[in-house]
């Protein structure tokens, strides 16, 4: 076996050796060094004046629009865990007369104001014990009932109001935010 044997020593000076070939000094183009001695730099970019007036324009428009979206909110929804409170605020914003009263066995978080609704609206967020529940009112496109007349378990019209309600567990439970039981 005649052949060459090859040790780490051996493969690091080949690569040294093709390393100093492929990396040796060359000389650098006539036009660069021009270019270096007159210290010319690429012109800069010209600044859009329009673009950055139209940007600071956006700025307070921004502001205005995002304030009065919250300023909507805030007309659209009331916190309070008062009943009367909360009626005569529904009764104000949508002309709904929700029959709210105080609750031992209910806790009245908020009311806010469907506004995607097509007919005047209102979501009633209460606390049940450890469960959270809803009541939607809104008017009650061509019913009218003198009592309750139930549409469904949860659902069911009472004068021109239609109510749903929304609780996990027993759907009775935020009867008691119009009853006695």
């Known amino acids: 076996m005649g052949g060459r044997v090859y040790t780490t020593e051996t493969r690091e000076i080949g690569i040294g050796r093709v390393l100093d070939r492929q990396l040796r000094r060359v000389e650098a183009p006539e036009e660069l060094w021009r270019r270096i001695q007159a210290g010319r730099v690429s012109p800069p970019r010209p600044f859009n004046v329009r673009i950055a007036w139209a940007l600071a324009a956006m700025v307070p428009l921004l502001a205005v629009a995002w304030t009065l979206r919250v300023s909507q909110q805030r007309l659209s929804e ?3 865990g008062d009943a009367s409170e909360m009626r005569s605020w529904i009764r104000a914003k949508t002309g709904l007369d929700v029959p709210l009263q105080r609750s031992a066995s209910l806790r009245l978080e908020s009311a806010r104001v469907l506004a995607s609704a097509a007919v005047p609206a209102v979501e009633i967020t209460y606390h049940a ?4 529940g809803t ?14 007349k139930f549409v469904s378990r949860d659902s069911w019209v009472m004068s021109d109001q239609a109510f749903v309600i929304d609780c996990p567990g027993d759907p009775r439970a935020g009867c008691t935010l119009c009853h006695a039981l």
């Not at 014990?129 to 959270?132: A, I, P, S």
Request: charged letters at 35%; proline letters at 0%; hydrophobic letters at 35%.
């Open 129 to 132: 014990g450890d469960r959270t």
């Open 135 to 148: 009541l939607r009112v809104s008017k009650a496109a061509g019913r009218r009932a003198a009592g309750h």
């Open 78 to 80: 009331i916190r309070c």
